[in-house]
């Protein structure tokens, strides 16, 4: 069975700072990959999803990025921090979520 | 893509049986009917999924209508552990093998609250 992993747990930056967030995937090859945001209590918006190495496609335009180097690994940048940024990111594959990244820019 | 309709919340008691319900008029001939949980600050953790008629498993139970613009995740006896949220998803299944281009797309969900 495959297992999503994530960090850091939580992460407090200031506005303007710049992000980086990194999910990778163990026991399983070539998975499609996905990046969720979900701000407090509201359900979960699709950032990006990616079908393969260096293929990203965005679902909802903003001052975020995502790339994904590896097979399994699966990155969220950002350059500028916005404090609507804040909130917790998931990284899914296979219908299997990460345990997730509680953002707070301040 | 289906959209699925489902109450914002509900109330229930320790011990009885949950069953919350999801429209999904627009369902496709291939669209899997997908359930899942989540705790506070936690990732949604899969529950159960289902095509037609009934699907059960040691934690919900699915019911799914012939015409299947519906479904309804049953929980047998709740505990105070079982308040979360749950969401209904609709489309290909979230578990299948790499490729594709299905997006599992979470609506608001259902907050289900168990008292004492």
């Known amino acids: 069975s495959q297992t999503i992993h994530q960090w850091p747990a939580t992460l407090v930056q200031p506005v303007g700072s710049p992000l980086s967030l990194e999910c990778t995937v163990e026991g399983t090859s070539n998975p499609n990959l996905y990046w969720y945001r979900q701000a407090a209590g509201r359900g979960l918006q699709l950032l990006f999803y990616?079908?393969?190495?260096?293929?990203i496609s965005s679902e909802v335009p903003q001052n975020l990025s995502a790339s994904r180097p590896q097979d399994r690994q699966f990155i969220l940048s950002s350059k500028k921090l916005l404090l609507s940024d804040s909130g917790f990111y998931l990284c899914a594959a296979h219908g299997v979520f990460g345990p997730g990244t509680r953002l707070t820019v301040l | 893509l289906a959209k699925t309709t489902q109450p914002i919340s509900m109330d229930s008691y320790e011990g009885q049986e949950v069953n919350i319900t999801c429209s999904h008029n627009?369902?496709?001939?291939?669209?899997?009917i997908t359930w899942y949980q989540q705790f506070p600050s936690q990732g949604p953790r899969f529950i159960i999924q289902?095509?037609?008629t009934k699907v059960t498993n040691e934690v919900a139970s699915l019911f799914i209508p012939a015409d299947r613009k519906s479904s309804t995740l049953s929980l047998p006896r709740v505990s105070l552990s079982d308040t979360a949220v749950y969401y209904c998803?609709?489309?290909?299944?979230?578990?299948?093998?790499?490729?594709?281009?299905?997006?599992?797309?979470f609506g608001r969900g259902t907050s289900l609250i168990v008292h004492p």
């Open positions: 998803l609709v489309g290909d299944s979230p578990r299948q093998a790499s490729g594709g281009s299905y997006i599992p797309t």
């Open positions: 990616s079908v393969g190495i260096g293929q």
């Open positions: 289902g095509y037609k």
């Open positions: 627009n369902i496709a001939t291939n669209d899997y």
